[in-house]
């Protein structure tokens, strides 16, 4: 049984397959189930072939109750080898990220492929539709909103809120149309594997958190995309959270997230043939609306941490969604 889990229970079974039980139940399918079965049906190779669903009413719904999919033995966490990759920048205080053997751009690129090979199988399976300037106004709105929640009990966003205002309004300048498609919903490097043939994405629950419905409608892929720039930050950064500052430390570290985040987005524009950095305010917007969360959960869970996504709110308010360095 993995234990790290929170929100489901997981039971491996030998080395393979894996039965995952969701605690957290909606009446309605879950989406996991019915993104596995239709990826799988699309001949997606970065997710686990489903081979089993256990269903049962719920309020007189059926409804998803567990997922039996394969089993990735022998794959490896995209965080943990992220953050070991960070560690050896770490420990080479003079060499610059692509010099040192722990480089991990080639590892990022390759993972920008596949999660936009899976958008585009996810589109075609369930189809997309497209917001317009109202409806991207009213997107950006409720971020404004979540924003000043937010600052109501954490100083350091009220203390930004203006500037946090503004950069949520110039998304919403865009103007549309913005196209929006089934989605990961909760993408991080945590819900990534390496395996043999290269990445693997799991767990297409979406946010735990939020109703079944938002989590089964359809989404800017750009949100996906915006979970992993926020993932490679945290990765570079989490080692010096807490800590005394040190100013080399933390240049090599956003040299790593500078040079990781660039790669995936290449990697992501190379098998796309659309790459996420041209829309600017909107993964910008992307990026901040997740960089206000965290540090409002930070604010409250980790204190130490509350600096790693600040970072992400000065530089986003600031300059742009993927900022400098060379890939």
């Known amino acids: 049984m993995i234990g790290a889990e929170q929100s489901n229970t997981s039971v491996i079974y030998g ?19 019915e993104v596995h079965r239709a990826l799988h049906a699309a001949g997606s190779t970065h997710v686990a072939a489903p081979l089993g669903e256990i269903t ?26 992220a953050t070991a990759s960070v560690r050896d920048l770490m420990a080479e205080g003079d060499l610059r990220a692509d010099e040192v053997g722990g480089d991990w751009a080639s590892e990022s690129r390759r993972l ?16 997309t ?17 979540t924003a000043e929640d937010t600052a109501e009990h954490v100083p350091s966003i009220a203390q930004a809120l203006d500037r946090i205002r503004a950069a949520f309004r110039a998304a919403a300048g865009v103007g ?32 735990p958190s939020k109703p079944l419905d938002h989590r089964r409608s359809r989404h800017s892929p750009l949100r996906d995309v915006a979970g992993m720039l926020r993932s490679f930050d945290y990765a570079a950064h989490h080692s010096l959270a807490g800590g005394p500052s040190d100013a080399q430390h933390l240049y090599r570290a956003t040299e790593w997230a500078n040079r990781n985040r660039n790669a ?33 959960y930070e604010h409250g869970n980790r204190p130490g941490w509350e600096p790693i996504p600040l970072l992400a709110v000065k530089r986003l308010t600031e300059s742009g969604p993927v900022s400098g360095g060379t890939s």
């Not at 719920?58 to 089993?71: D, I």
């Open 176 to 207: 549309g149309p913005v196209t929006v498609q089934r989605i990961h919903g909760d993408l991080h490097l945590g819900q990534t594997l390496r395996v043999l043939n290269g990445w693997a994405i799991i767990d297409f629950e979406g946010e």
């Open 264 to 296: 995936f987005c290449e990697g992501y524009a190379a098998a796309s043939g659309v790459d996420p950095r041209s829309f600017g305010p909107l993964l910008g917007a992307f990026e901040l609306d997740k960089a206000v969360y965290e540090v409002a």
């Open 112 to 127: 920008g492929r596949a999660v936009a090979e899976v958008h585009a199988d996810l589109a075609a399976a369930f189809g």
């Open 15 to 33: 080395q393979s397959s894996i039965l995952k039980i969701f605690r957290r139940l909606e009446p309605g399918p879950n989406p996991d189930a």
């Open 129 to 145: 539709a497209e917001l317009g300037p109202e409806e991207l106004a009213g997107l950006t709105d409720t971020m404004i909103a």
């Open 56 to 81: 049962g009413p719920v309020e007189g719904v059926e409804t998803t109750l567990g997922l039996l999919t394969s089993f990735f033995a022998g794959s490896a966490e995209g965080w943990a080898m």
